[in-house]
């Protein structure tokens, strides 16, 4: 069977590092995985009061994380924590109060900074956000990724310097979106 990976990219920016990430990661799987970006862009800003009446997108985005296997967060680090985009997003997805899109559903983080720590903070916070919710995210390995010149070649496939360590970061996620979907 086919197994769908929800991915998540936390910069709605065209030329987003972190969304080339997401396409060149999903060149790496093999071809009974397959990658679907759920947009984000599209949706309110959170507010309470429209929990009885979520918007069309929200209601999207939940069926969309609901049918996946697994979920896949490809994020940069605003101001040492996940942008605002990504919250919003997720918080949509978590309400109303126990009808939350995610309890259970396999995660991975990764992300793309052009400083130095590659988004280590915000994939710190985002394991905070993701343990409240029930959401079995990947330890080891971590991927911290900064953003060089090289890192994607001219395919917009991960570049030779990084490919083996990413391939590997992959498979391992893989591995353990198939350990909670088994059974
Ligand atoms: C950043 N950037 C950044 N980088 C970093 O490593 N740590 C940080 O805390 C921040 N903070 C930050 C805040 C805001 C508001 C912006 C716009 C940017 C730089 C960031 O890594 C860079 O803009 C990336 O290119 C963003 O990822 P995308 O949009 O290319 O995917």
Not at 38 to 53: A, C, H, S, V
Not at 85 to 114: C, E, M, Q, T
Not at 127 to 152: H, S
């Amino acid at each position: 069977a086919q197994t769908k990976i929800a991915v998540v990219v936390g910069s709605l920016r065209k030329d987003s590092f972190n969304r080339k990430l997401a396409v060149a990661l999903a060149k790496l799987a093999p071809s009974d995985v397959t990658f679907e970006q759920l947009r984000i862009d599209d949706l309110p800003l959170y507010n309470q009061d429209d929990d009885g009446k979520p918007a069309a997108s929200v209601t999207r985005l939940k069926a969309e994380i609901q049918s996946a296997q697994g979920l896949l967060f490809v994020t940069p680090e605003y101001n040492r924590s996940i942008p605002g985009v990504l919250k919003n997003a997720i918080d949509h997805a978590s309400r109303p109060y126990g009808k939350s899109a995610f309890p259970g559903k396999p995660a991975g983080v990764i992300g793309v900074s052009v400083g130095a720590i590659g988004t280590a903070l915000a994939q710190q916070h985002l394991r905070n956000v993701l343990a409240y919710l029930d959401v079995p995210t990947l330890g080891q390995p971590e991927a911290f990724v900064q953003a060089k010149d090289g890192l994607f070649d001219a395919d917009g496939s991960i570049g030779e310097a990084s490919r083996a360590f990413l391939q590997g970061w992959l498979d391992k996620y893989l591995a353990w979106v198939r350990l909670h979907t088994a059974g």
